[in-house]
């Protein structure tokens, strides 16, 4: 006989981004698309939070994206 299993291993997670104020769905290693590319790109760390230059970072980033665009 098969004994039964503690863990349930076709439970989905369904959490939300971590990112301040944002509630959608977590796709990409807990966060949104768009905050993935943020916590990419260092404007975020792994709880959400912003870093204390990010002002700094965040025009640094939309320059290289308007120039990639």
Do not use: T
């Amino acid at each position: 006989m098969s004994k039964p299993n503690d863990k349930n291993d076709n439970v989905i997670s369904m959490s939300k981004c971590p990112a301040e104020g944002c509630s959608k769905k977590a796709e990409r290693m807990d966060f949104c698309n768009e905050h993935f590319m943020w916590f990419k790109e260092g404007l975020i760390n792994r709880k959400g939070q912003k870093p204390r230059d990010f002002d700094k970072k965040f025009q640094d980033f939309m320059r290289r994206s308007k120039k990639a665009a």
